[in-house]
């Protein structure tokens, strides 16, 4: 057979989009998993002209959904990071735009039923092993995507889909502070390592001879800053137990600067090797712990109290991304309960992809 049509939804999660497709559509082997969904993109060009990406990272994501066997959850979010330009694949990350819209698939593919005006649906991040409840608006028995919700770097407005993140410290090394210091000198950078919902490497970004106020482009554009950037990420990639880190999109890297309208902090977000546009809501989390943890590489910029619900705004390249984070502090340490966020969805069309058939056809 020339072409395999696969179902899919087309999603918008948050200020991502991608693919939306029932696991059990596709293979179970990575290797074979991977030639499809770089088929399925388009990766290797950097306009992903042959495929359904859209050039940039946050186009190239795909979200795989099957029903959950957890005592916990509803559904299993499966979730591949597709490259734009090399044809790899990371199944490593997880990303927490693109689960923005698990909820509404997962109802719009018929495996979660409307529950009323609210639908909750219960998800975990197959991985990293997070749990995530997600609160969909459903009146007249369907998904609405419609409504008032504003998020900056979406145009418009839309339904709100309410977040609520836990078990996130420690889902992809362990430990909220995988080498076990609030502070590490890597390359001659101080850097701090956590993991809250993703794995990331911090820094102020004087450290790199930036003021953090940076758009996004002049930062892509700083090749000296990305090359420095990469080697201390490498290096703390080694430190924080996840190995060699070279060809991963983990760790994550992130710069603090001062806030300048009037939030907790003004923030960068690297996927790695590029400048996110807005802010990623899993690094939200990460960069908000730090900006809560006494004795990183944040402390200062953001007068926190010993215990939450504290709603931390983070500026970032187009708006403020807002988290309200549940915490624990006394003295240096500090417990991380939970973290909310409010987003939106939409969904931007449904069928089938094609892909070559002889690649759903291999052993």
Not at 78 to 84: G, H
Not at 221 to 228: G, P, S, T
Not at 297 to 309: F, I, M, R, T
Request: proline share 5%; with cysteine; net charge negative.
């Amino acid at each position: 057979m020339d072409q395999v049509g696969i179902p899919f939804w087309f999603m918008r999660g948050g200020t991502s989009r991608g693919p939306y497709l029932r696991r059990q559509d596709l293979p179970e082997n990575r290797d074979q998993l991977a030639r499809i969904l770089v088929a399925m993109v388009g990766s290797g060009h950097k306009f992903n002209i042959d495929g359904i990406g859209g050039g940039v990272a946050v186009t190239t994501k795909v979200a795989m959904l099957s029903q959950a066997d957890d005592d916990w959850a509803d559904v299993d979010y499966f979730f591949a990071q597709v490259s734009v330009d090399d044809r790899t694949v990371d199944f490593k990350p997880t990303c927490g735009n693109i689960l923005v819209g698990v909820g509404p698939a997962a109802i719009e593919m018929g495996m979660i039923p409307v529950q009323g005006d609210v639908t909750d649906v219960r998800i975990r991040a197959v991985n990293t092993g997070a749990k995530v409840l997600a609160r969909v608006q459903t009146p007249d028995g369907a998904v609405a995507y419609a409504g008032d919700a504003r998020i900056d770097g979406v145009p418009g407005t839309a339904a709100p889909v309410e977040l609520q993140f836990m078990d996130t410290v420690g889902g992809s090394t362990g430990a909220l502070f995988p080498t076990g210091n609030r502070k590490d000198v890597v390359d001659g950078v101080e850097v701090s390592c956590m993991d809250v919902a993703m794995p990331m490497v911090m820094a102020r970004a004087g450290s790199f001879g930036v003021t953090g106020y940076e758009t996004v482009e002049e930062l892509d554009a700083n090749q000296e800053l990305m090359k420095r950037m990469e080697a201390v990420r490498i290096a703390a990639g080694q430190l924080m137990g996840m190995g060699d880190v070279s060809k991963s999109v983990t760790p994550k890297f992130g710069l603090f600067a001062p806030a300048r309208e009037g939030g907790a902090a003004t923030v960068r977000y690297f996927m790695p090797w590029n400048c996110h546009p807005t802010l990623a809501v899993t690094g939200s989390q990460c960069m908000a712990a730090c900006l809560l943890s006494p004795g990183t590489v944040a402390e200062g910029l953001h007068a926190s109290n010993d215990a939450g619900p504290a709603t931390l705004a983070l500026e970032h390249p187009v708006g403020k991304l807002y988290v309200s984070m549940i915490y624990e502090r006394q003295g240096s340490d500090i417990s991380i309960q939970s973290a909310g966020l409010t987003r939106t969805a939409r969904k931007l069309a449904s069928g089938n992809v094609f892909v070559p058939g002889n690649l759903m056809q291999e052993a």
